[in-house]
């Protein structure tokens, strides 16, 4: 299967230290200390050019906290002046207003942010850090005062599994611009932690693609469950155009010491960029050339119709089996054996108007295959304004965009 021009990684998570000032039981890159050898600021800069030729249109800076990295505001600064949409994944104790204003001015659109609980002793024991609770929220306000759209993060566990509903509606009310609901995949620190049951994970699911709607336009979303656009296909409902792993195949994720690895929740090492150029990993690795085949999927995700909606969670699948091609233990569902039809759909005018408007195009992308998807679900083959707006889940967002502080659409066109 030749991959070279097909797969874009559109998408980077990068993490560009193992520093941090939290210790959270689950983290995945097992923070704290700084890495033996981690990439320097003239190598992290030399990566940038190298991701826009590509065709990377968002980078994700990350940690450990990314802010006890003295060159942050460089690195993000030279990846948002070729026009990627950055954001900045952290814990918020080092965010006040001064860093939010140092984030506008060097190009960041957005920070997500993890709160784990409404209540702030639970979450400062799970994230291991006193009072990290009300610096998070406060990093959350901050943010939204200086312009800045903040992502949730939440990771749902058996501790906090009753309160998510809570937590929403906290986010909201907060003025977040996505809720993200990350189920765990036992790695890193979080290797001898219980995930929930595959019944609490789609009992979840189900909530989340219930209750979607009431929050627009503020996104909920899962992660680590793509099961989601199954379950949301199944009750005929919007979200289709979030979810699905892309692991490998638009998204990669990038470590402090430069290995490539398909998602930050898996450790399989598709090369290293001091000895490959990221180009010719993404390119030619053989790890990334099979997530890119659905039909080398195997058990239950190998003979799903929906496995090129959703995929199943391929790190999941590695951390319980060491083979990132099984099946998602994690889903109930079990597949038909009938294909779901492709169809050809019109859109009217302002619906593409409206479609365009989004200004990140892998985004714009997911969010056509999602409104198609939808619109497949219902019958319908010409899609309206209308089937637009009951099939996107976070409808309004488009306007939402050009309120951001240095929106630029062209850069991202």
């Known amino acids: 299967?030749?991959?070279?021009?097909?797969?874009?990684?559109?998408?980077?998570?990068?993490?560009?230290?193992?520093?941090?000032?939290?210790?959270?039981?689950?983290?995945?890159?097992?923070?704290?200390?700084?890495?033996?050898?981690?990439?320097?600021?003239?190598e992290c800069l030399n990566l940038i050019p190298e991701m826009k030729a590509l065709g990377t249109e968002m980078l994700i800076l990350t940690g450990g906290e990314p802010l006890m990295r003295k060159d942050i505001f460089d690195i993000a600064q030279t990846a948002s002046s070729m026009g990627m949409w950055v954001v900045m994944g952290t814990n918020g104790v080092l965010l006040n207003e001064n860093v939010a204003h140092k984030m506008i001015e060097c190009g960041v659109k957005g920070v997500a942010i993890s709160i784990d609980s409404i209540d702030p002793e639970k979450h400062n024991s799970f994230r291991g850090g006193p009072n990290s609770w009300a610096y998070s929220v406060n990093a959350l306000k901050v943010c939204r005062e200086v312009g800045l759209q903040v992502v949730v993060q939440t990771t749902v566990m058996e501790s906090n599994y009753q309160e998510i509903d809570e937590l929403i509606d906290f986010t909201r009310d907060l003025g977040a611009w996505s809720f993200n609901l990350y189920f765990m995949v036992q790695t890193g620190r979080g290797e001898d932690m219980q995930e929930l049951s595959p019944v609490q994970t789609h009992e979840m699911l189900s909530r989340l693609v219930d209750v979607q709607d009431s929050y627009r336009p503020m996104l909920v979303r899962s992660k680590c469950a793509p099961q989601f656009k199954q379950i949301s296909y199944e009750k005929g409902l919007g979200g289709l155009e979030s979810g699905g792993c892309m692991a490998g195949t638009e998204y990669c994720r990038i470590t402090p010491e430069g290995n490539v690895t398909p998602c930050p929740y898996m450790t399989v090492v598709a090369g290293n960029v001091l000895e490959q150029s990221f180009t010719e990993i993404w390119n030619t690795s053989p790890v990334l050339t099979e997530l890119r085949d659905p039909q080398q999927l195997k058990g239950r995700c190998g003979a799903c119709e929906f496995k090129e909606l959703c995929g199943g969670c391929r790190c999941r699948s590695y951390a319980h089996f060491g083979d990132y091609l099984q099946e998602d233990p994690a889903c109930l569902y079990q597949p038909t054996g009938k294909e779901?039809?492709?169809?050809?759909?019109?859109?009217?005018?302002?619906?593409?108007a409206r479609l365009e408007r989004i200004p990140i195009k892998f985004i714009r992308n997911k969010v056509q295959k999602g409104v198609e998807t939808f619109a497949q679900r219902k019958g319908v083959h010409l899609i309206t304004a209308e089937v637009l707006e009951a099939g996107l889940q976070g409808s309004g967002r488009t306007e939402m965009f050009e309120k951001m502080p240095g929106f630029v659409k062209e850069k991202l066109g």
């Open 1 to 42: 299967m030749n991959s070279i021009n097909t797969h874009k990684p559109s998408l980077i998570s990068w993490n560009l230290t193992k520093k941090c000032n939290l210790r959270c039981p689950h983290c995945y890159m097992e923070a704290g200390r700084k890495a033996g050898y981690e990439l320097s600021t003239e």
């Open 340 to 352: 779901l039809a492709i169809e050809e759909f019109v859109w009217s005018e302002d619906a593409r």
